[in-house]
């Protein structure tokens, strides 16, 4: 953990507030196994967690770049508690829904104003800001664990306990307010010097979308799918989905390492070219092997999370609630939009053919990469530390 104790605080509220994006997934096997819900019902369910979240952070963002809102923060990581522990009260399949969207809403309130601090926090470290997003990525990893541990021994009807973490992360995201002081401020003075780079800003965008679609699949499908290729049970599918969040503990923080040494846009392109080889090893690869796939997988996708954070904020120095609110929200969220059709196409076909086109998506990620510079580094992003060459003879 961080010495910076605002970093810290954030990292640790990001993880409580995170677990409700991989509670949904986490969710999912229950739904269908508890209330015998096809792919493509218990696909929306994770569409009704991203829909609203997807129109709603940027709009969150924009006021965030207007106003200092940090009152924000805990009411928003109990929004999003609160809405996953009631999902499970009841046999409604709309009042399901509900319950999901009031969380995904909680969850996009959450990212922009949080991801502005953690920025003005880090002092322009891309390492700090790894730190933060670790948080979020340790709480999804948990988020199987949690799920498991609560609804495979009582069933969704014990849901509500799982309101448990988000009462932590509002206390610790109230603790990183008063820790922060008046960072959000500054800020706000240095990034309003910047000019706005659309084009750039616009092509990163289209590039996460990629990302979001394949790794929201990943976590819908990924535990059914590994226990219908390895023929193991609930245990199989959910150490997939725990190993996939988990992975991306360690892919997190490495960006931001990798990052201050090497530069942000020549690591995220390396890592979405790793996740196309990746994806189609979880894909087509037999056996428990697969298992290494969704490990390299889990790295790819997750080694350029904070990276996509940090440029977005960059390309529009004067808009970084609005870059996080679309980085963090809209493009991920589209993710969301598109898991119905590969439940509906995996009910028409097989999950395995369903999961196909993930592969290429990385790739298209990629292609979109092409020519993109590193931004001027408008919030005081650490200078690129390049090894020297060894002098020629």
């Known amino acids: 953990m961080?010495?910076?104790?605002?970093?810290?605080?954030?990292?640790?509220?990001?993880?409580c507030v995170d677990v409700?994006?991989?509670a949904v997934a986490a969710l999912v096997p229950f739904f269908v196994s508890e209330r015998a819900y096809s792919y493509a019902a218990a696909s929306g369910v994770v569409l009704a967690a991203t829909l609203l979240s997807s129109v709603v952070q940027p709009l969150f963002g924009v006021l965030t770049d207007r106003w200092p809102l940090p009152w924000l923060l805990p009411v928003s990581a109990l929004t999003g508690g609160a809405g996953v522990a009631l999902c499970g009260v009841g046999d409604s399949y709309a009042l399901t829904l509900v319950a999901v969207a009031v969380s995904g809403i909680g969850v996009a309130a959450y990212h922009p104003e949080a991801a502005r601090a953690a920025r003005a926090a880090a002092g322009g470290s891309n390492t700090a800001m790894g730190w933060f997003s670790?948080?979020?990525?340790?709480?999804f990893a948990a988020a199987p664990l949690l799920v498991a541990a609560v609804i495979a021994t009582s069933g969704?009807?014990?849901?509500?306990?799982?309101?448990v973490p988000a009462v932590a992360g509002a206390a610790l995201c109230a603790a990183a307010v008063r820790s922060s002081g008046g960072r959000g401020a500054v800020l706000?003075?240095?990034?309003?010097?910047?000019?706005?780079?659309?084009?750039?800003?616009?092509?990163?965008?289209g590039a996460i979308v990629c990302r979001s679609i394949v790794f929201v699949g990943l976590s819908a499908f990924v535990s059914l799918y590994v226990r219908e290729r390895t023929g193991g049970g609930e245990a199989a599918g959910t150490a997939a989905l725990f190993v996939l969040y988990g992975g991306g503990a360690l892919g997190t923080v490495a960006g931001g390492r990798l990052a201050d040494r090497f530069g942000r846009v020549a690591v995220v392109r390396r890592s979405y070219a790793l996740t196309v080889l990746a994806v189609a090893g979880?894909?087509?690869v037999p056996g428990p092997v697969v298992y290494l796939f969704v490990v390299l997988a889990s790295a790819g996708l997750y080694v350029p999370f904070a990276l996509h954070i940090t440029l977005g904020q960059d390309f529009l120095p004067r808009r970084p609630g609005t870059a996080s609110g679309v980085t963090l929200g809209l493009t991920v969220s589209v993710g969301g939009l598109a898991t119905p059709v590969l439940g509906a196409l995996a009910d028409a076909t097989s999950l395995r053919t369903a999961l196909v086109p993930l592969i290429v998506l990385p790739a298209l990620g990629r292609l979109l990469l092409c020519g993109l510079r590193e931004p001027a580094a408008a919030v005081g992003s650490a200078p690129v530390r390049r090894r020297p060459r060894a002098a020629s003879t």
Do not use: C, E, K, M
């Open 2 to 15: 961080p010495r910076n104790r605002p970093i810290a605080l954030l990292s640790l509220g990001h993880a």
């Open 20 to 22: 409700y994006q991989g």
């Open 134 to 139: 670790l948080g979020g990525n340790l709480g």
């Open 156 to 163: 969704l009807s014990a849901s509500p306990l799982l309101v």
């Open 188 to 205: 706000r003075t240095s990034a309003a010097t910047g000019s706005d780079d659309w084009a750039s800003f616009l092509r990163l965008s």
């Open 282 to 284: 979880v894909i087509l």
